[in-house]
């Protein structure tokens, strides 16, 4: 058997290391390179303050611009992303310095990085009248690239909302006039209020009702340098104050009623709904260029209603209107 001090006196076995050794065959630079999928939990902070920990579905790259090289250093990557983005606060600026630790460890490798962090939103929101307020989720993505030396960070969110289509509304207005024609007659001098009040509640009174249905606003933003958190709820709240007709959670009678008369009181088409995101989002200081598409999946149609916008500067967003999964 072998003494302690023998095992001691070997020389100690270098473990292989397969990326260090030429490569041998096609050669060529790659966009980009890293992993995909990660789970890994972050932390926000509520409208309130409150640290709140979610679970992140991460993407991690870095470009590869030496031809020679057989890859990148992936647990290089992942160590960033635990040490910084999984310690500190969700902010551009942890996003900034978890890119560029990317291409810090990639000197000679790599000299531009993309993250992207994806993770459901839960905001109690208040209900319209009652005193109730209940959970809703809203699908966020966070991204940051790097690229020449420019940093550009993201926030894309969706929200869903009611849209009450404008030209059903008129067609069925103009059913419930031939209704009230037909039951009071041409002559309405010597109708009663009071019964044609009384037929208004009734099923034939309100002889057809306009089509609505759920609809989401798909909204991406590019923030300004200076902005030094994620305005998730306030981005959130913008949507929902321009259309007016936000889903609702917690739901009581005077709830409804009111869901409905905004409804009403806001009927719009997809050009429409785009309109008025694009004239709030126009609005946003912290916001430097846009890109939202709004869905209307109606109720009338097996297909969908879809509008388009871009805030249109130069070098920005570009008017494409599939949704944005990846870096372009």
């Known amino acids: 058997m072998m003494s302690t001090n023998a095992c001691q006196e070997l020389p100690c076995a270098v473990m292989p290391d397969v990326a260090k050794q030429p490569l041998a065959g096609a ?18 902070r509520s409208p309130n303050g409150e640290r709140v920990q979610t679970l992140a579905r991460v993407q ?11 890859g990148i250093h992936m647990s290089r990557l992942y160590v960033a992303l635990d040490t910084i983005l999984g310690m500190n606060d969700l902010t551009p600026e942890v996003l900034r310095q978890t890119i560029t630790q990317f291409v810090d460890t ?19 929101r208040n209900s319209l009248l009652s005193d109730n307020s209940g959970w809703k989720n809203y699908p966020v993505k ?15 969110v969706e929200v869903p909302y009611s849209s009450t289509c404008p030209c ?53 933003v590019k923030l300004a340098e200076k902005v ?17 007709t936000p889903v609702q959670a917690t739901v009581k009678r005077e709830d409804e009623q009111e869901f409905a008369r905004l409804n009403a009181a806001n009927l719009m ?25 709004v869905n209307h999946m109606e109720s009338l149609h097996a297909h969908d209603a879809v509008s388009v916008v871009v805030k249109g500067v130069e070098g920005g967003y570009r008017d494409d209107p599939r949704e944005y999964v990846h870096p372009t």
């Open 27 to 44: 050669k060529g630079t790659l966009d980009w390179v890293g992993m995909s999928q990660i789970e890994l939990p972050v932390f926000l």
């Open 60 to 70: 991690a790259y870095v470009n590869l611009t030496d031809a020679n090289s057989k």
């Open 106 to 124: 990639h000197v000679g490798l790599s000299d531009a990085a993309y993250l992207e962090c994806r993770f459901d939103y839960f905001e109690r």
């Open 142 to 156: 966070v991204a940051a690239t790097l690229r020449n030396g420019q940093i550009d960070t993201e926030v894309s």
């Open 168 to 220: 059903s509304a008129a067609l069925a207005r103009q059913l419930i006039q031939e209704g009230f024609r037909e039951t009071f007659g041409q002559d309405t001098t010597a109708v009663d209020a009071n019964s044609v009040y009384d037929w208004l509640g009734t099923a034939n009174g309100i002889s057809a009702t306009p089509h609505s249905q759920r609809s989401i606003a798909q909204v991406r």
């Open 228 to 244: 030094r958190t994620l305005p998730i709820t306030s981005l959130i709240d913008r949507v929902e104050d321009a259309l007016k």
């Open 269 to 293: 088409f997809c050009e429409d709904a785009a309109r008025r995101l694009k004239a709030a989002l126009n609005d946003d200081i912290s916001v430097r260029d846009f890109w939202l598409r």
